[in-house]
C-alpha cells in the first residue's frame, strides 16, 4: 500500500537553529500539505502546493518557515531560526488533487520536532 | 475563531458497546466533513466522510450523521473494539482546505 514518507521522525534541536523536514507524498498525488499539530489540538495547516506551485501559505509564518517542492513531487519545510514555540508534530499530507470530492488526503507519520 | 470543535477530550467505553463522538462546526461554506483516526506515532488516517447535503453516510461499524440545521455531526462505532482506541479528529473542507477540531481520545475496554 502507497505510504507518505517523512524524515526524520524526530528532530531535537536548539533555538535559533536551522531544521529541515523533507517529504515524500505518494505516488501520483499532485497535492501536498504541511500540517503542524500542537499537542491537545487538530493539525493546522502551514502550506499547500498544486504541483510545484504554492497554493495557498496564508498560515505560514513567513519571518522564519519557507517551504518548497521544486520538481513537483518530493518536499521540504525548513524553519530558521527555531524558537520555542515551533516545538510541535509536523505532518505531510498528500491527495491526488483531482479525486473525490472529496480530495482525500493520506497523511505521512509525521516528524516530532523538540526545540531546547 | 474555532471553526470545528470537538467539545469532549475523551470518551470511554466498554468492548462491543457504542462510542459516539461529537463535532460542532461554525463554518456553513464546509461542503464535506471527515473523521481521521490517529493512534500514537502515527499520522491520522482517514475514516469515513459525508457530503454537507447528505444526513447519514456508513462504512461497516462506522456511520456519521450530519444535522446540518444544529451544524453538529456524530461518529458511531458499533460495535466498539479495543483496537478503536485512538484519537479522532473531525474535520471540515471547504475546497481542498482540511479545518480539524481538537481530537477525542477513544478508549475502548476489554
Known amino acids: 500500500e502507497a505510504e507518505v514518507a517523512q524524515s526524520p521522525r524526530y528532530k531535537i534541536t536548539e533555538k535559533s537553529q536551522a531544521v529541515a523536514f523533507w517529504c515524500d507524498p505518494i505516488s501520483g498525488h499532485a497535492t501536498l500539505y504541511w500540517y503542524r499539530q500542537i499537542l491537545g489540538q487538530g493539525p493546522e495547516l502551514l502550506v499547500q502546493f498544486q504541483d510545484e506551485s504554492v497554493v495557498d501559505d496564508s498560515q505560514l509564518p513567513k519571518d522564519r518557515f519557507s517551504a518548497e517542492r521544486l520538481k513537483g513531487v518530493d518536499s521540504t519545510l525548513k524553519i530558521q531560526p527555531a524558537e520555542l514555540g515551533d516545538s510541535a508534530m509536523y505532518l505531510c499530507a498528500s491527495s491526488p488533487g483531482s479525486g473525490g470530492p472529496p480530495d482525500t488526503q493520506y497523511f505521512g507519520p509525521g516528524t516530532r520536532l523538540t526545540v531546547l | 475563531d474555532q471553526q470545528v470543535k470537538q467539545n469532549s477530550p475523551s470518551l470511554s467505553v466498554q468492548e462491543g458497546r457504542i462510542s459516539i463522538l461529537n463535532c460542532d462546526y461554525t463554518?456553513?461554506?464546509?461542503?464535506?466533513f471527515l473523521w481521521y483516526k490517529k493512534y500514537p506515532a502515527e499520522g491520522p488516517t482517514f475514516l469515513i466522510s459525508?457530503?454537507?447535503?447528505?444526513d447519514k453516510n456508513e462504512d461497516g461499524r462506522f456511520t456519521v450523521f450530519l444535522n446540518k440545521s444544529a451544524k453538529h455531526l456524530s461518529l458511531h462505532i458499533v460495535p466498539s473494539q479495543p483496537g478503536d482506541s485512538a484519537v479522532y479528529f473531525c474535520?471540515?473542507?471547504?475546497?481542498?482546505?482540511?479545518?480539524f477540531g481538537e481530537g477525542t481520545q477513544l478508549t475502548v475496554n476489554p
Open positions: 463554518n456553513s461554506m464546509f461542503d464535506y
Open positions: 459525508i457530503s454537507s447535503i447528505k
Open positions: 474535520a471540515g473542507t471547504s475546497g481542498s482546505r482540511l479545518t
